[in-house]
């Protein structure tokens, strides 16, 4: 879907499907140098993380393994709630594995901080985060994340995997959702 499909939704585009290819090449890059000689278990958080992970995967030129985790911190509304409940577990065992969790966005953080945690927990060999898009102005708690995409204002944004009412996620690029659709 292209923003001209949508364009009375948004309030403003903030980035491309250019520069959103762009950016994910570059971060691909970057994590096949950073792990040169390892396979990456890359694991994705449903549903957002879709794009990303599809994107990412694609670009990256080292043998990884993929494998998904569903989590849920929002019960109704916008605002996460902070108690975090996994939906849908991984398949792959942790021990001794170079994990690198694909996220679509952090807002708040506290979802992927209990993750991380949960995944640490696991024996791993190591558990980073890789996001495409960041609010730092949202952030409550402090969470080590390797690789960031962009950075977006405190905003509702909806595209590449980010919805609203399971809607626009398949938008090809990111932007500002208007009051109106959601008010």
């Not at 001209?4 to 520069?19: I, Q, W």
């Amino acid at each position: 879907m292209d923003a001209k499909d949508v364009s009375a939704d948004l309030k403003e585009v903030l980035y491309t499907k250019e520069e959103i290819d762009q950016r994910v090449r570059e971060m691909a890059a970057q994590i096949d140098r950073d792990y040169e000689g390892r396979e990456v278990l890359l694991v994705g958080v449903l549903k957002g993380a879709c794009m990303i992970m599809a994107d990412l995967s694609r670009a990256m030129h080292s043998h990884l393994t993929m494998d998904w985790m569903a989590v849920s911190s929002y019960g109704s509304g916008t605002k996460s709630s902070g108690v975090v409940r996994i939906l849908k577990d991984l398949d792959a065992d942790l021990l001794n594995r170079h994990v690198l969790i694909a996220e679509d966005i952090i807002d708040s953080g506290l979802t992927l901080s209990w993750l991380k945690a949960n995944l640490e927990s696991r024996g791993p060999a190591s558990v980073e985060i890789c996001t495409l898009f960041r609010k730092p102005e949202a952030v409550k708690v402090d969470i080590d994340v390797k690789y960031v995409g962009m950075d977006i204002p405190n905003e509702f944004v909806v595209g590449y995997g980010l919805d609203f009412a399971e809607k626009y996620r398949n938008l090809d690029s990111v932007g500002i959702l208007a009051p109106h659709v959601y008010e």
